[in-house]
């Protein structure tokens, strides 16, 4: 039998240490080397404060200058045969340092390097300084074992959860929703000293990066499945549907601050929000994100990467941005905004028949109004009070207004989740992309009056069926305008009110939709027959006191003076953040 080839194995051997020896971190009392120096070996000093290992503070990549690198030879490269290393270097910055921090800075490793951009040479790290103190060991006889500490771990993206939704808000039937990324982590062969946690864009950059890993991390020797067999609420408002996940591990004793450093297998959880507390949905829509583990023990560190994909699952015309510290929550609604032109302004020669008939030679839209109905202290209006710029600005402040529950409103201050209140403020943006289906702004007078509608874009055969009796428009009734039985006369000061009402109304029907689906939305939720669209024997009226819901009909319409209080209800609030669920795959 062939003997085994022991010189490859020692060179093999010898590269992995060599490997693993470059990943040591770099203390105070390294040993540098310059070859332009005439003594090229040089010392590291450690002059800011950083964690110690082995007692001795950590090198960061501040180190750059000549008070932390420190050279006792001349400069071969200076025309001066006489000018000290210290008075000529020119440094750059470190290259292949590690990926953790320390004091918000990265580390040096044995690897790293830095180039003297004067003789245009690297300086090496020689020696880490790091040393390891061997007691009552007998080597008589025998070669010394290696003196690397050894573990194992794996990282990999937890797959049974392929979406997100903020704060875990239920669905339209109540159904769970889960609040978090998740990832498993699996330590093995020996415990470590620290363990830590990054979210990185496409860019390298950290999103996130957990310093307090005791708040996130379970230990458990399958995924605790009982987490999500609670009992989902059956009653109350939406805002008590989200799932207080921190309560539910320790209710159930899967809450273990120190074990992540020690043998097991562990779920590590990241709920979104960057280290400023902010989630911000337009980070994870058509994005690749890169989520990273660095475990260390004794200096040595070993790191795992798993890259990951998000996109909105839902729809693409809403974003969503949440303050924990501010309880602040920004919600953008891109809207498309059309001009659809005026009616009852038009005038043509007098070839037409009217009754009675007229003898001018050119008969206009507000010639229909019988002589009858028009007093003189209600102007006939002849010209646009309210261009397309005007309707489109209180389309936008409607939205604004109704849709967001804030100091900002009469009735309505905020949401509640979790216990705790958060303002909501809607940004309306009018845009053709990504944005609502158009919706045509129309001005209307001296006619019949103009109902407004938004079927929707076409999802099912009701909708289909209501973009053929109806379109999507919002329209501006004003002065004479012709209603069932009798003229009527509309000032511009409450048709303004009735307008930004109008907008915020119809375009609240394509979110209820987006939501809680077609009946939901056509139903007026629940105040009318969804086909037919008339009042319900049973519809509730308005109420006397608080907010009134936007969406439903009621059997008699608020008067105008309480137009304020009109406000979109906080479970569709919370549907329309719903509505930035995203997809991990």
Same mark, same amino acid.
């Given at each position: 039998?062939?003997?085994?080839?022991?010189?490859?194995?020692?060179?093999?051997?010898?590269?992995?240490?060599?490997?693993?020896?470059?990943?040591?971190?770099?203390?105070?009392?390294?040993?540098?080397?310059?070859?332009?120096?005439?003594?090229?070996?040089?010392?590291?000093?450690?002059?800011?404060?950083?964690?110690?290992?082995?007692?001795?503070?950590?090198?960061?990549?501040?180190?750059?200058?000549?008070?932390?690198?420190?050279?006792?030879?001349?400069?071969?490269?200076?025309?001066?045969?006489?000018?000290?290393?210290?008075?000529?270097?020119?440094?750059?910055?470190?290259?292949?340092?590690?990926?953790?921090?320390?004091?918000?800075?990265?580390?040096?490793?044995?690897?790293?390097?830095?180039?003297?951009?004067?003789?245009?040479?690297?300086?090496?790290?020689?020696?880490?300084?790091?040393?390891?103190?061997?007691?009552?060991?007998?080597?008589?006889?025998?070669?010394?074992?290696? =003196?690397?500490?050894?573990?194992?771990?794996?990282?990999?993206?937890?797959?049974?959860?392929?979406?997100?939704?903020?704060?875990?808000?239920?669905?339209?039937?109540?159904?769970?929703?889960?609040?978090?990324?998740?990832?498993?982590?699996?330590? &093995?062969?020996?415990?470590?000293?620290?363990?830590?946690?990054?979210?990185?864009?496409?860019?390298?950059?950290?999103?996130?990066?957990?310093?307090? =890993?005791?708040?996130?991390?379970?230990?458990? &020797?399958?995924?605790?499945?009982?987490?999500?067999?609670?009992?989902?609420?059956?009653?109350?408002?939406?805002?008590?549907?989200?799932?207080?996940?921190?309560?539910?591990?320790?209710?159930?004793?899967?809450?273990?601050?120190?074990?992540?450093?020690?043998?097991?297998?562990?779920?590590?959880?990241?709920?979104?929000?960057?280290?400023?507390?902010?989630?911000?949905?337009?980070?994870?829509?058509?994005?690749?994100?890169?989520?990273?583990?660095?475990?260390?023990?004794?200096?040595?560190?070993?790191?795992?990467?798993?890259?990951?994909?998000?996109?909105?699952?839902?729809?693409?015309?809403?974003?969503?941005?949440?303050?924990?510290?501010?309880?602040?929550?920004?919600?953008? =609604?891109?809207?498309?905004?059309?001009?659809?032109?005026?009616?009852?302004? &038009?005038?043509?020669?007098?070839?037409?028949?009217?009754?009675?008939?007229?003898?001018?030679?050119?008969?206009?839209?507000?010639?229909?109004?019988?002589?009858?109905?028009?007093?003189?202290?209600?102007?006939?209006?002849?010209?646009?009070?309210?261009?397309?710029?005007?309707?489109?600005?209180?389309?936008?402040?409607? =939205?604004?207004?109704?849709?967001?529950?804030?100091?900002?409103?009469?009735?309505?201050?905020?949401?509640?989740?979790?216990?705790?209140?958060?303002?909501?403020?809607?940004?309306?943006?009018?845009?053709?992309?990504?944005?609502?289906?158009?919706?045509?702004?129309?001005?209307?007078?001296?006619?019949?009056? +103009?109902?407004?509608?938004?079927?929707?874009?076409?999802?099912?055969? +009701?909708?289909?069926?209501?973009?053929?009796?109806?379109?999507?428009?919002?329209?501006?009734?004003?002065?004479?305008?012709?209603?069932?039985?009798?003229?009527?006369?509309?000032?511009?000061?409450?048709?303004?009110?009735?307008?930004?009402?109008?907008?915020?109304?119809?375009?609240?029907?394509?979110?209820?939709?987006?939501?809680?689906?077609?009946?939901?939305?056509?139903?007026?939720?629940?105040?009318?027959? &969804?086909?037919?669209?008339?009042?319900?024997?049973?519809?509730?009226?308005?109420?006397?006191?608080?907010?009134?819901?936007? +969406?439903?009909?009621?059997?008699?319409?608020?008067?105008?003076?309480?137009?304020?209080?009109?406000?979109?209800?906080?479970?569709?609030?919370?549907?329309?953040?719903?509505?930035?669920?995203?997809?991990?795959?």
């Amino acid at each position: 039998m062939a003997k085994p080839d022991n010189t490859l194995k020692r060179k093999e051997r010898e590269e992995k240490e060599e490997a693993e020896d470059g990943l040591k971190f770099v203390i105070d009392g390294a040993k540098l080397k310059c070859d332009l120096c005439t003594v090229p070996e040089g010392d590291l000093k450690v002059n800011f404060d950083t964690p110690t290992i082995q007692d001795k503070k950590v090198a960061t990549v501040v180190e750059k200058d000549k008070k932390s690198l420190i050279f006792k030879g001349n400069c071969k490269k200076s025309p001066n045969s006489s000018s000290p290393c210290a008075s000529v270097m020119k440094l750059a910055d470190w290259k292949d340092v590690g990926t953790v921090y320390f004091q918000d800075q990265f580390p040096l490793l044995l690897k790293s390097t830095i180039k003297c951009e004067y003789g245009g040479v690297e300086i090496k790290i020689t020696d880490c300084a790091q040393r390891n103190e061997i007691e009552n060991l007998d080597i008589t006889g025998a070669p010394v074992p290696g =003196l690397l500490p050894d573990f194992n771990i794996k990282f990999e993206l937890d797959k049974t959860e392929k979406t997100i939704v903020p704060f875990g808000i239920l669905d339209f039937e109540n159904k769970r929703e889960n609040p978090f990324f998740s990832f498993k982590y699996v330590l &093995s062969k020996s415990k470590i000293d620290s363990l830590n946690f990054q979210i990185m864009d496409e860019d390298d950059t950290v999103i996130y990066q957990m310093t307090h =890993l005791e708040t996130v991390i379970v230990k458990a &020797s399958k995924k605790p499945e009982i987490l999500f067999e609670a009992k989902k609420p059956t009653e109350g408002p939406l805002i008590s549907k989200t799932w207080d996940y921190q309560e539910l591990y320790k209710q159930h004793g899967l809450f273990n601050p120190d074990d992540y450093t020690q043998v097991g297998e562990y779920y590590i959880h990241w709920d979104g929000f960057d280290n400023d507390d902010i989630y911000d949905s337009t980070r994870f829509n058509g994005k690749d994100l890169k989520a990273k583990i660095t475990a260390i023990k004794d200096g040595l560190q070993k790191s795992i990467v798993v890259d990951f994909s998000t996109k909105y699952s839902q729809v693409d015309w809403t974003d969503v941005k949440i303050d924990k510290k501010s309880k602040r929550i920004d919600v953008t =609604l891109r809207v498309n905004l059309i001009d659809g032109g005026a009616e009852g302004l &038009s005038c043509w020669n007098n070839t037409r028949n009217f009754n009675p008939p007229h003898t001018k030679s050119e008969i206009c839209d507000w010639d229909k109004i019988p002589e009858s109905e028009i007093n003189p202290s209600y102007p006939v209006i002849k010209t646009r009070t309210q261009s397309f710029s005007d309707l489109e600005k209180l389309a936008i402040e409607g =939205l604004q207004y109704h849709w967001g529950r804030n100091k900002n409103h009469f009735a309505t201050k905020n949401i509640t989740i979790n216990s705790e209140h958060y303002e909501i403020y809607l940004s309306p943006m009018n845009t053709e992309n990504n944005a609502i289906k158009a919706v045509k702004l129309i001005y209307n007078t001296n006619g019949e009056w +103009m109902r407004s509608g938004n079927p929707g874009s076409i999802k099912d055969p +009701m909708t289909a069926v209501g973009n053929l009796v109806s379109r999507q428009a919002i329209c501006y009734n004003v002065g004479y305008i012709k209603y069932s039985e009798n003229w009527g006369y509309s000032y511009d000061n409450s048709e303004i009110e009735e307008f930004k009402f109008t907008s915020a109304h119809e375009i609240g029907h394509e979110i209820l939709k987006k939501y809680g689906g077609t009946f939901y939305s056509y139903g007026h939720k629940g105040s009318v027959n &969804s086909v037919t669209q008339s009042m319900k024997k049973h519809a509730p009226p308005y109420p006397k006191n608080g907010e009134i819901d936007i +969406m439903p009909y009621y059997p008699v319409s608020p008067p105008l003076s309480l137009y304020n209080r009109y406000e979109a209800a906080e479970n569709d609030v919370l549907g329309l953040i719903w509505l930035t669920k995203i997809n991990i795959t």
